[in-house]
């Protein structure tokens, strides 16, 4: 029993001096956090910040004045990190210039920082999750130009190479992908607009103030496709109209 007793004496000994020591390591490391009143009520705050501590020897604060915090951890931060049903709280780093902030910024807003949220467990309940993505809204796209010119000129410039609808749907060059199959992509837009700086068309191609005169030495190999702007603003608006090519599903890889 004697031996037992000096043995659990040496080992808690052990232990203070662990933690001292591990408190010395962390002093003149510390920062200022501000948590919302909720979040702090949750427990999370006091279940995560020991656990950084420990990994990187900084010491967080808590304070309760935004004006003494060098970051906050709130509702809408400007950087969301997790959820708790339909809120989702992010942290704000309203000092900059504090390198400990910092670190704890990149570690919350990290994975590790993430799985230490989402490992928080009262009574075996998750109470947390990843932050919710903002839904957006799309814009309603105004193309301007004439679609029926378009249509026209599409035929002209494209048809030799591009099968650009039922007029041509015979000819084009077999590996071109049709314009279709162009419009079913999610860039088709940024495609056509700029389709002059997309390889193979710097080499054919000629937009009067837009595009670089060809190099004397690589003239155009086969009759250049001239078009302005304007026009090729209609061919942009008849394209909008081309109901996209059904490509399938994507491919499900195993």
């Known amino acids: 029993m004697g031996f037992l007793r000096i043995l659990y004496q040496s080992l808690s000994a052990f232990g203070i001096s662990c933690a001292l020591a591990s408190a010395g390591w962390a002093e003149g490391k ?16 006091a279940y ?12 967080v604060t808590i304070v309760d004045d935004t004006a003494e ?33 910092a670190r704890f910024a ?19 309940e998750t109470l947390f999750a990843p932050p919710v993505a903002p839904q957006s809204t799309p814009e309603d796209v105004f193309i301007e130009g004439d679609a029926n010119r378009g ?15 039922e007029i041509n749907q015979m000819a084009g060059i077999g590996s071109t992908p049709s314009f279709a199959v162009l419009r079913s992509l999610e860039d088709w837009m940024e ?5 002059y700086a997309l390889n ?22 086969i009759s250049p496709v ?6 090729l603003e209609n061919i942009v608006a008849y394209t909008a109209t081309i109901v996209p090519a059904d490509l399938g599903a994507p491919i499900a890889h195993q």
Not at 48 to 59: A, D, N
Not at 226 to 231: A, K
């Open 30 to 45: 510390a920062t200022e956090l501000f948590v919302a009143e909720d979040l702090r009520d949750t427990g999370l705050i």
């Open 48 to 59: 995560i910040l020991p656990r950084f501590t420990l990994k990187h020897g900084v010491r």
């Open 69 to 101: 915090a060098a970051g906050m951890l709130h509702v809408e931060g400007s950087t969301p990190v997790f959820s708790q049903a339909d809120v989702t709280y992010g942290l704000t780093v309203t000092d900059v210039a504090d390198p400990h902030m």
């Open 106 to 124: 990149q570690w919350l807003t990290g994975e590790v920082g993430l799985r230490t949220v989402l490992s928080f467990k009262p009574d075996g």
């Open 151 to 165: 249509a026209r000129l599409a035929l002209q410039a494209c048809g030799r190479c591009h099968v650009v609808g």
């Open 191 to 195: 495609r056509f607009t700029a389709f």
């Open 200 to 221: 193979p068309h710097p080499a054919f191609t000629v937009i009067p103030d837009v595009t670089l005169p060809f190099d004397e030495t690589r003239p155009s190999p």
């Open 226 to 231: 001239r078009l302005t702007l304007e026009e």
